[in-house]
Nanobody, 120 residues
Framework: QVQLVESGGGLVQAGGSLRLSCAASGSIFSVNAMGWYRQAPGKQRELVALITSGGSTNYADSVKGRFTISRDNAKNTVYLQMNSLKPEDTAVYYC??????????????WGQGTLITVSS
């Protein structure tokens, strides 16, 4: 199985930056997409950013231009660079790894979650 370990959460002032890391181990060959989700208090979990094995990326409109998802294949690690942070970015952020075949998800693994708090 794939295992994901997140790091990089914490408290930051509005306008500041943080970088989240998600280290994958196990059967990572089966993973062809990884992403970051977040869940704020009283809100549903939402997709923040996604990157595929082919390098395609997708971002929520609310973070476009501020967040960048990237990966280091040699380290089996996915990153989320978060710049110009806003209080509304405050949430628990979860790393996700998924395997797809013919548009159907057959593998899904979640990180443990890390809290990002952006103060005003």
């Amino acid at each position: 199985q794939v295992q994901l370990v997140e790091s990089g959460g914490g408290l930051v002032q509005a306008g500041g930056s943080l970088r989240l890391s998600c280290a994958a181990s196990g059967s990572i060959f089966s993973v062809n997409a990884m992403g970051w989700y977040r869940q704020a208090p009283g809100k549903q979990r939402e997709l923040v950013a996604l990157i595929t094995s082919g390098g395609s990326t997708n971002y929520a409109d609310s973070v476009k231009g501020r967040f960048t998802i990237s990966r280091d294949n040699a380290k089996n690690t996915v990153y989320l660079q978060m710049n110009s942070l806003k209080p509304e970015d405050t949430a628990v952020y979860y790393c996700n790894a998924a395997g797809f075949a013919s548009g159907v998800r057959y593998l899904e693994v979640w990180g443990q979650g890390t809290l990002i708090t952006v103060s005003s």
